[in-house]
């Protein structure tokens, strides 16, 4: 077989991006896996620690939580996947970790699906999450590292096609497995197919091409360079590929020899900075509610809304379209819009979607307001993927440091993680204990992102890697980053080579402009 399928330039970035869309989806699989089975009769027989279906009281009080510390243990494993990823991305290659990862995942599906014992299933939950989190924090290192400035955004926030479809997968497997009962394999399937996910994963990851930043990091700089040439179907020694070997050297030399230690550090090119919005873009995207509907859909529609199991399981399936249709969306706008617009546009939207939510849901008498609650839902799911499923993943490999992406990501990824541990811990106690009003607080929280992205968050779309690290050295504050941006982009439409720093002005060479100038 030829290398890499015999592909170059854009049909080789696109297969490139469709097996990082296949660990997406595994992602995306595993957030709603879980909670598509909670309703399961059989499930609930084998662990009848987790069944708040069937009890009342503090019997429902007790097994609420520990459900939710069930469900959640898979996101706070998935922390310690994501920061032991981090070192070997950076040790063994974005591929080699990427293949690592999924197999110790699809070891966890299997623990998780064969359980018989409880503690099993504990044991798969905790395999399944190592394994994930280092799927999802190193495939989003290595697509953009192999993209182009002008797609990157396109094809990085296309992971939320595929985060959405392996929900929606998910729950319409959990739905259709339903009809089995009472036959265990209604769950045990559920739980398992996301090994031949994996398994496709692994398949493939070996046919493509490593990332040539890595590459070039680890001194192998030839190969990087031919890595690039392939990329952009171009000559090896081409003024494209130049341009971008002498980008990525000039990054390396900026960053000197520093360590791990110089994330939390802000020196001149401004890392804990840095790793703060990528943690924070991180952290974002769970407390926006979303992993409490997206563990608990079925349980929302029909304990919140009081719909039927089943118009529940078929309401919890079908959302998953409108988020497949916001992450098209994004997809295709994130380039030209940019990542500020849309999260903003996305945190009010939000913010707005679960004020009506409260306010129908605190009507359980009123059938007319249940059933608008379904349009807010679906509402959010897409105004939630438009802005943040996969732009704060992106956002975060864009403004990492080049010398330290792999560790941001992985510090970023694993931040993210925590809070969707946190969110995933208390929802089954909160919507028991307080119901409704619980989404008040998602509305509350999602207002005040609005006021942070706008002060805080630069602009990164249509900027090299190493362009928005000019925007960080060129900043003496936190408040200066939007206003540099700014002014390097107008710089870049202009062809102005100057670009203001305090009240001193510094030349930047115009050669430095991403190849979408060229």
Known sequence: ?????????????????????????????????????????????????????????????????????????????????????????????????????????????????????????????????????????????????????????????????????????????????????????????????????????????????????????????????????????????????????????????????????????????????????????????????????????PTIYSQQLHFSSTTSGILAASSQFAMILGAFCCAFTVDRFGRRRLMLLSAGGMSLCFACLSGVASHPENPAALKAGVFFLYLYYFVYVLGFLGIPFLYASEIAPVHLRAATCGLSTAVSWLFNFLVAEVTPIAFTNIAWKYFLIYCCLNAAFVPTIYFFFPETAQYSLEEIDEIFESSNTIFDSVRVAKKLKSRKYTGSNELEKGADTQVLSYEKLSIVEL
Request: proline content about 2%; aromatic content about 12%.
């Open 1 to 297: 077989m030829a290398r890499f399928w015999g592909l170059r330039g854009s049909k080789l970035s696109l297969t490139i991006w469709a097996e990082a869309c296949l660990g997406v989806m595994i992602f995306g699989y595993n957030q709603a896996s879980a909670g598509g089975v909670l309703a399961d009769v059989t499930f609930n027989q084998q662990f009848p620690q987790m069944n708040t279906l069937d009890t009342v009281g503090a019997q429902k009080q007790h097994n609420s939580r520990i459900q939710g510390t069930v469900v959640a243990l898979y996101t706070l494993f998935g922390v310690f996947g994501a920061l032991g990823c981090t070192f070997l991305g950076d040790l063994l290659g974005r591929r080699k970790t990427i293949f690592i990862a999924s197999i110790v995942q699809g070891v966890g599906a299997i623990l998780q699906a064969s359980a018989f014992g409880f503690a099993q299933f504990i044991v798969g939950r905790i395999i399944i999450g190592l394994g994930t989190g280092g799927i999802i924090a190193t495939v989003s290192v290595w697509q953009s590292e192999v993209s182009k400035a002008e797609s990157r955004g396109e094809h990085v926030s296309a992971f939320g096609v595929f985060c959405a479809s392996g929900i929606a997968l998910a729950l319409w497997i959990a739905f259709g497995m339903s009809f089995t009962q009472p036959n265990s394999v209604s769950w045990r399937f559920t739980l398992a197919f996301t090994l031949f996910l994996s398994i496709l994963v692994c398949a493939f990851i070996f046919t493509l091409p490593e990332s040539p930043r890595w590459l070039c990091k680890t001194n192998r700089w030839d190969e990087g360079r031919e890595i690039l040439s392939i990329l952009y179907d171009d000559d090896p020694h081409g003024p494209v590929v130049n341009h971008e070997i002498d980008n990525i050297r000039q990054s390396f030399e900026r960053a000197g020899s520093s360590n791990l230690s110089a994330m939390f550090k802000m020196g001149p090119q401004r890392s804990f900075h840095r790793v703060i919005l990528a943690a924070t873009a991180q952290m974002f995207l769970q407390m926006s509610g979303v992993n409490s509907i997206a563990y608990y859909a």
